[in-house]
């Protein structure tokens, strides 16, 4: 009784207290599993997000500010014209069926996407699936796999300009085939042309095929694969009903970093095809030296306009968020 | 830094040696006080050009006779331009080509040179003052530097066109342009600006692609072929840019071009390597290639050279101290040794005269007068550049300079151009 009489009559503000605090208290723990409160989440993602605001988000909208400027040979005007855009689509519509600088040159690159694209997703599938299911041992698979991003060791630059000695007129291949007899004069479409610039992106590129299809791969669960052949799947049948099926997701993610790159990729173009092949990154690096920053901002909309919308596309063929 | 750091420490010491503070407003007025202060730190002077003209020698040599330290800045041409219209403050000494000035001039970033500070400046070639080699008129067409070298006065953003007491820069090197070949890959000779058109040479030819400088190299060979007269060659009308591009388009894709080149450096290993036999070519391209041991000539053709010329210009930015440290350098620069130095590698200088001194008679003999070499020419660096007995290309300074027939140039249809010049890439 006296400890009950004596909880109660110290109790009861006790229970007052905790019958004030308490809702609150379990509303807050229902909300979230942690303790720790909640800025600390947004301080944490703080840097990043700063670094994103900084050199990312800060400078396309500049970019995009810029791109409705006026301009002299001199300077930039502050304004609010669509000149730009149109200069940009110049003579599109009047040069009708042939096409304008901005179509011709975008169905270039369109080319070279595709292309690239098809051949490092060949290649890069053909690797990865080499080294997830031939290989056994992971120390063998890590060793191989290292063997592959070896030459990613030395510069992007230097990897396209090797090619140049190799491919050249009185190059490497040129002389072995005219030593053998195979040709008699040298062979001119191996160096500056089509052929020499698909060549250096695809070698260039692969890899970015190679490691996301890996990744995905490795996760397929063995079991799977063996289940297939137990119930009675040919090779083929396991590759498209198994294999490639789930790994949908690193497809998409390889393509996407390959069809982005080859877009806006100018330099490889540049230099392995003589610069005789337009890109969209060559006209908007001419458009600058000539400080013509708005029709080169105009430009760069543009280009990321496309490469957006492929992406949005792609990503519409493959929820890649539900996959993962 | 050094500028950042000494101007308002000047400043101060001027201030406690009791100068009125209405002359610290008027800044300009600086230079004219004797102020002891100012010589405490070696001034520097940071230095934009392009990497060509910066030779480790030539600030080596300044800080030895002037204690001056240059820093050099060094950046592309059309970079140059740029960095000149946007960041100002970023240098104390522009070396920039004559044909950007109509771009630089009315953005207020390059102020003109008072003429009575420079002792040399009316002993500047004739060539560059006003277009004339002994007396007789070289070809204008183009931003020529003679039409581009005045400002009537200081803060001015249109040009004199004639002598006055400023200029806008002061030249440091020139020369003339052609089409460099490889006379051991060519059969016969190559005599006009034609032969770059030539279906002789389909597959073997390069153009630079540098809008400005690769469409006057085409319209020197599309007249040359006969094709059509220019009124102007580095000033287009729309309908002649037009059809210059149509021609350089059919040409395109009737395979006549290996490559275009943007860096100087494309340019040495599309001819060292062969893959280009004729193209457009600057002149330490062609020492390039030959001191690789393989032949090359800079060719000169009937139509004559296309010029170009280059010079120092001071931002209006530009500190008191740094203005003065400046005007000593170019004086300095003028003044022999810096001109012979440049001269040994190919290049003609702003003084004749004081060039002629700094060099040795045969070397004199060889680069301006085109005659043979009595012994081996070396470059500055002590490497063979020819061995004794040869000749320069194209012959004498009177001979080369003699037959400019345009200029390096931005146009008034510039903006037109590159759209065209863009259309012509993509085709």
């Not at chain 1, 970015?208 to 083929?236: H, T």
């Not at chain 2, 953005?107 to 003429?115: H, P, T």
Request: net charge neutral.
């Amino acid at each position: 009784m006296t400890r009950s009489a004596i909880t109660h009559g110290t109790g009861a503000p006790e229970t007052s207290g905790a019958a004030a605090i308490s809702p609150k208290a379990r509303k807050r723990r229902k909300a979230r599993a942690s303790w720790t409160p909640a800025w600390v989440a947004y301080l944490q993602a703080a840097p990043m997000a700063l670094v994103f605001l900084l050199f990312f988000v800060l400078p396309l909208a500049a970019t995009f500010v810029v791109s409705f400027w006026n301009y002299t040979e001199y300077s930039i005007v502050p304004a609010f014209v669509t000149t730009n855009y149109s200069d940009v689509f110049y003579g599109c519509a009047a040069s009708l069926p042939s096409l304008c600088t901005t179509f011709a040159t975008y169905l270039s690159t369109l080319k070279f996407v595709a292309i690239v694209w098809v051949a490092t997703l060949l290649i890069g599938f053909a690797v990865a699936y080499f080294l997830c299911f031939h290989v056994r041992t992971l120390p063998m698979q890590i060793a191989l796999f290292m063997v592959c991003t070896i030459p990613f060791w030395t510069s992007n630059v230097i990897r396209m300009i090797s090619w140049i000695p190799l491919l050249g007129r009185n190059g490497l291949v040129n002389e072995t085939l005219q030593s053998v007899g195979l040709i008699d004069a040298p062979l001119e479409w191996l160096l500056y042309s089509d052929f020499a610039v698909a060549l250096a992106l695809i070698h260039l590129y692969t890899l970015f095929m190679v490691v996301p299809i890996f990744n995905s791969m490795m996760r397929i669960d063995k079991a799977l694969v063996e289940a297939a052949y137990d119930a009675g799947a040919s090779g083929w049948q396991t590759l498209t009903n198994v294999v490639i099926p789930l790994v949908k997701p690193g497809i998409v993610i390889g393509s996407i970093f390959v069809v982005t790159i080859v877009t806006g990729d100018y330099l490889t173009i540049g230099i392995m095809g003589g610069q005789q092949i337009a890109s969209v990154g060559k006209i908007i690096q001419t458009q600058i030296n000539f400080l013509q920053f708005p029709i080169a901002a105009a430009n760069a909309i543009v280009l990321l306009a496309v490469v957006l919308l492929t992406i949005w596309g792609m990503l519409r063929l493959v929820d890649i968020r539900k996959e993962l | 830094m050094t500028d950042k750091t000494t101007t308002p420490f000047s400043r101060r010491s001027l201030l406690k040696g009791g100068v009125a503070v209405a002359g610290l407003a008027a800044t300009a007025r600086f230079s004219s006080f004797p102020t002891p202060a100012i010589a405490q730190e070696p001034v520097t002077l940071r230095y934009l050009s392009t990497a060509v003209n910066q030779s480790p020698g030539i600030a080596a040599k300044a800080s030895e006779d002037l204690g001056i330290t240059i820093e050099y800045i060094a950046v592309t041409t059309d970079d140059v331009a740029k960095r000149v219209i946007t960041q100002p403050n970023s240098f104390d000494l522009v070396d920039t080509e004559y044909f950007a000035l109509p771009k630089l001039l009315p953005s207020g970033n390059i102020m003109g040179l008072d003429a009575n500070r420079i002792k040399l400046a009316d002993k500047i070639a004739s060539v560059l003052r006003n277009g004339t080699i002994g007396g007789k008129k070289v070809g204008m067409d183009g931003t020529a530097p003679a039409e581009t070298l005045y400002l009537p006065s200081e803060k001015a953003t249109e040009f004199a066109g004639e002598e006055t007491g400023f200029l806008t820069l002061i030249p440091t090197t020139y020369n003339a342009d052609t089409l460099g070949i490889r006379p051991d890959l060519i059969d016969g000779e190559v005599t006009s600006w034609a032969s770059l058109l030539d279906p002789k040479f389909k597959g073997k030819a390069a153009i630079l692609n540098i809008p400005s400088i690769g469409i006057m190299d085409a319209a020197m060979a599309i007249e040359a072929r006969g094709d059509m007269t220019y009124g102007d060659k580095g000033n287009m009308t729309r309908e002649e840019i037009d059809k210059t591009i149509a021609a350089l388009i059919e040409a395109k894709r009737a395979g006549q071009f290996r490559a275009f080149w943007t860096d100087f450096n494309e340019s040495v290993n599309l001819m060292a390597s062969g893959e280009v036999v004729i193209q457009s070519m600057w002149s330490p391209a062609i020492t390039a290639v030959r001191t690789q041991g393989i032949e090359c000539r800079y060719q000169p053709l009937a139509e004559g050279y296309r010029a170009w010329a280059s010079g120092f210009g001071l931002p209006p930015a530009i500190g008191e101290r740094e203005k003065d440290a400046a005007y000593e350098f170019i004086n300095w620069f003028l003044s022999g040794w810096a001109g012979a130095h440049l001269a040994k590698q190919g290049y003609y200088t702003a003084v004749l005269d004081t060039t002629k001194e700094a060099m040795e008679p045969y070397e004199w003999a060889y680069w301006f007068e085109g005659k043979p070499a009595e012994q081996d020419i070396m470059s500055p660096g002590g490497q063979l550049l020819e061995k004794a007995g040869a000749t320069r290309d194209g012959g004498s300074y009177e001979e080369r300079m003699g037959k400019v027939a345009c200029w390096n140039a931005v146009m008034d249809e510039n903006i037109y151009m590159i759209r065209k010049w863009n259309e012509f890439i993509a085709a």
